[in-house]
């Protein structure tokens, strides 16, 4: 069984804290801003905009070292909506790997729609979640955890594809804000 | 009904000529070997690699002014499989687009694979065509023939979403290369 911090009780870290517990894994869920209490999982996701990131590892960095930490965030210039923050050749999940040295991070679940986390399909196909990350026992054990909680998990390549999986996650946002699909719906994945 | 010139006749120029023609619409295959032979449509498709674009640009830049020109290319490097070989902060259409000043360039098929085109599903979804573009009338003409052909089509918006129409299907690519996904399935997009 693991262990699994979840930092942000917004929406989607409300949605991932449920998945895991439904998997039979135990959760602990702390908000941002109760900086004072230390986050104990074995996995620490990350359920904060992308924004807030540099904030959380200042006070936490600390924590992050030695676990796994599982980046979530789309970094979505919503100055424009016409693009990310971060620079064209990187992602956000570069960027954080980059600020934690001594974590094993991972990009997953920021191709989902918190809706599609929940109810656990997306149209007729079962939600599946994107892991990209270097370390291939990381990416083992969240998938786990996905899959006990009856999501698909697929492994998407090494950390350098979250630049893929933001861009992705990106056209969707912009598809569902044009009204082109809805926020229940988006890119499924067909085996 | 439109008249729809397809150059290039492998798997996807043949599979996007039989839409066009499922979907009453008139197409003409021309072979890239053919250049003898000119293009007469008022939309051109270059079901080409993308490493056979600037050869075909070369031979008809004339005959694509004035036109709708379809890139359904995917730059991927195969030295690598990693990356693709167009900017990081630029996409193969937008490449395209500068050496066609005259024509109207749209990247719409790229992130279909060919047999999701022939057999109109992808899951249990209807194949959903991803068409990005700065014109609305050539989206609006594409779209047209898109759906009379059975499929569905969506504006993923200007010209500049090709960047994140390249970056999904290069991940489709790489997850079908390595058996995570089949050829037969990939992404599809539910409402």
Chains 1, 2 share one sequence.
Do not use: C
């Not at 990310?84 to 050749?89: I, Q, S, Y």
């Amino acid at each position: 069984m693991a262990h699994i911090s979840v930092i942000g009780t917004g929406n989607m870290g409300q949605v991932i804290a449920g998945l895991v517990t439904k998997g039979g894994n135990t959760v602990e869920s702390v908000n941002t801003s109760d900086t004072a209490r230390p986050v104990t999982g074995d996995v620490i996701v990350l359920a904060v905009p992308y924004g807030s990131i540099a904030d959380v590892i200042a006070q936490r960095g600390d924590q992050l070292a030695g676990k796994i930490v599982v980046d979530i965030t789309n970094p979505i210039d919503f100055a424009t909506f016409d693009g990310l923050t971060v620079p064209a050749d990187s992602s956000a999940a570069a960027e954080i790997a980059a600020k934690l040295p001594q974590s094993t991070v991972l990009k997953a679940f920021n191709t989902n729609f918190g809706a599609t986390l929940a109810s656990g399909s997306v149209g007729g196909e079962t939600t599946t979640v994107l892991i990209a990350g270097d370390d291939a026992d990381a990416k083992a054990l969240l998938t786990g955890i996905v899959a006990a909680a009856g999501l698909k998990a697929v492994d998407a390549g090494g950390l350098k594809r979250a630049r893929e999986l933001e861009a992705l996650a990106f056209l969707q946002i912009t598809l569902a804000a044009g009204e082109k699909i809805s926020w229940t719906g988006g890119f499924a994945v067909a085996a």
